[in-house]
């Protein structure tokens, strides 16, 4: 089980630090316990494999005078750790208390006395009240990995009692107290190494952070810290990059997150906030790789259209096409002339695309007659939702502006095709675009941690996101 998992991204401090974020998060004291919670299960079962070394001394016990005793084969056959409580050390790390802890062992003893005689049987300790505190610290490696390391640990046995059995039993109780004070020390000089372990042992998780997410085969999502963690008193802040790249190919986009702030909630355990710039990195990455341009075919066209993409049904608006090229199919080209631009304000998430359409004329050598060449300025409305781990969306049509680029057939008016393009956009384009919007793109995660609960508020300026956490591991 992974301990602290939703903590460890508290630890994502980079290289670089100087950035605004493209995506915040804030774990809250509701996300803090869980955390706890799963911690406290890990550490519990690292303590079950507490190795005590074989005790062995030598007192004075009348009436019987020297008495050489041993204790061996000693495990952990109990252990609780019924209440712990995580709080915030501002600016630093972590406090962790566990209380009202009870552990118990059992082992072998021997002893020798008067110089020949030997009795041997088993014993039982108990160990009531045990309390550790510890406290962590957050740093990032030299890859920009969250690390975490125990800063310190104090222990507390409040009472060991150690019962024997076998053999002159209740002669050996007698001397019991010296068994008692030495079990104590060498239990106390276990504890805190098991719990730096434990921390320690964090480490290897924190390497499941998507700290480089793939999206498909063009695209990746960065989430890489930006700055120091801010934590306060009842929450941590993280400055997250939240940029989209190319695989293979990182190139900074030509403009910078601009700065936003998560509200002050606490309802849920985790809140992530996702600025325009993300989607707006998203628009630069995909235009790059070409992804956005869109060959557009008749058996694209939903057979239950009136509108077909041929010269006849063209040359009904424009005569000199049916003239010139009749009864060929055609074909559309659309591409992307500046990379689409999101915008977010209260309740409305909005993309504006400025592209060119040509129209083609397949001609019977298959070869293509461009016809015309449009600049169609077009904005959509975009419904987004979290599905699992994953921000999944859909848009729907708003508004279609054109021009004409060039013609090659002879002047037209334009608006004539206002509604064949209306159409085509909401009949093949976008449904083409929700396919990949419903895929969706990873969120910031760890591990086998999934989201539950989410709550989705479009805020000005970004999306945020309130959820709870789930273990799934």
């Known amino acids: 089980m992974f301990p602290w998992r939703w903590l460890a991204l508290l630890a994502l401090i980079p290289l670089s630090l100087s950035a605004n974020a493209g995506v915040k998060v804030k774990l809250t004291q509701k996300g803090l316990d869980f955390g706890r919670e799963l911690f406290v299960a890990s550490l519990q079962e690292k303590l079950m494999t507490i190795k005590v070394p074989d005790i062995s001394g030598t007192e004075r016990v009348d009436p019987i005078g020297k008495v050489h005793y041993s204790l061996t084969e000693m495990r952990v056959v109990k252990l609780g750790l019924p209440s712990s409580a995580i709080g915030l050390v501002p600016g630093t790390g972590f406090s962790l208390t566990i209380t009202n802890a009870f552990l118990s062992l059992h082992g072998r003893w021997r002893v020798k006395y008067l110089r020949f005689i030997k009795d041997r049987g088993s014993f039982d300790l108990a160990i009531k009240s045990l309390s550790i505190t510890t406290s962590i610290s957050l740093r990032s490696d030299n890859m920009g990995l969250p690390a975490v390391a125990m800063a310190s640990c104090t222990t507390t046995l409040g009472g060991v009692s150690v019962k024997l059995h076998g ?100 309802q849920s355990m985790l809140y992530i906030g996702l600025s325009a710039f993300t989607a707006n990195s998203a628009s630069f990455v995909y235009n790059k790789a070409g992804t956005l341009s869109l060959k557009i075919t008749d058996d694209m066209v939903p057979r239950s259209s009136p509108i077909r993409l041929t010269t006849n049904t063209f040359g009904v608006l424009i005569p000199q096409i049916a003239k010139l090229f009749p009864g060929l199919m055609m074909v559309l080209q659309l591409k992307m002339t500046k990379d689409p631009l999101s915008s977010i304000e209260a309740n409305k998430v909005t993309v504006d695309a400025k592209s060119s359409l040509t129209a083609y004329a397949i001609l019977a050598n298959t070869k293509l007659a461009p016809l015309f060449v449009l600049n169609l300025d077009f904005s959509v409305s975009a419904r987004v939702n979290v599905v699992g781990n994953k921000l999944a969306g859909a848009v729907t049509l708003n508004r279609l502006d054109m021009s004409l680029g060039k013609s090659y057939v002879g002047d037209f008016k334009v608006g004539s095709l206002s509604n064949i393009f209306q159409i085509v956009l909401k009949w093949v384009v976008l449904p083409t675009v929700n396919v990949r919007l419903k895929e969706g793109f990873p969120l910031p995660s760890l591990g086998k941690i999934n989201l539950k609960n989410t709550q989705l508020q479009i805020l000005k300026g970004y999306i945020m996101i309130g959820t709870d956490l789930q273990n799934s591991g």
């Open 167 to 266: 053999g002159a039993s209740w002669l050996y109780n007698l001397f019991r107290r010296f068994i008692e004070k030495g079990l104590q020390s060498q239990l106390q000089k276990k504890l805190c190494p098991l719990v730096a372990e434990s921390v320690s042992s964090m480490n290897q998780f924190l390497k499941t952070v998507n700290v480089m997410a793939p999206v498909d085969r063009y695209a990746e999502i960065a989430y890489p810290m930006v700055s120091s963690p801010d934590i306060s008193s009842s929450s941590i802040g993280l400055n997250l990059k939240g940029e989209f790249y190319n695989i293979g190919n990182h190139m900074e986009p030509p403009f910078s997150p601009a700065p936003f702030f998560l509200p002050n909630q606490e």
